[in-house]
């Protein structure tokens, strides 16, 4: 008997779990508090259940709210262009002609290799070896390729 007794009997909390149930107790008096007080003002239009919000109506209503503010965005768009090109006699803007102008000619000091008689050798060597290269015959007329068409069956 002594034994039910014990078995019936609440178990010990511990004070870091009794801890946190204190907190989210004091939690929800806080929001009850702040929360509690705020009702919506009667006839606003906030559905009162939640629940409601799945209402076949209300999606064609924010159906036809949303078609309608995209149609209003459009043609304000229409009407904000078409004032433009009436500003400008006609003209649309995205046609501009860009005007050229001409860029000053500032004469510049040479580089300091210009002069240097190394630089000057190298030059004159890549010179030579470009014009003989333009004038030697680099295809070998002799050498004549072999014809590859054969004529391959592949069937039995």
Aim: glycine share 4%; hydrophobic share 40%.
């Amino acid at each position: 008997m002594e034994e039910q007794k014990q078995v019936k009997q609440e178990p010990t909390i511990e004070p870091k779990e009794n801890q946190i149930s204190e907190d989210l107790k004091m939690v929800k008096r806080f929001k009850d508090k702040i929360f509690g007080k705020v009702k919506p003002p009667e006839g606003s239009g906030i559905p009162k259940d939640l629940g409601k919000l799945s209402d076949p109506n209300l999606l064609k209503k924010v159906l036809r709210v949303a078609v309608i503010v995209i149609l209003l965005i459009a043609l304000l768009f229409i009407v904000s262009r078409a004032i433009k090109m009436i500003g400008n006699n006609g003209s649309d803007l995205s046609v501009i002609v860009p005007t050229p102008t001409v860029a000053q000619y500032r004469p510049t000091n040479p580089s300091i290799y210009a002069d240097d008689p190394e630089v000057l050798k190298i030059e004159e060597d890549i010179k030579i070896l470009d014009r003989e290269l333009s004038t030697a015959v680099l295809s070998e007329p002799l050498l004549v390729l072999p014809i590859l068409d054969f004529d391959i069956d592949f069937e039995d």
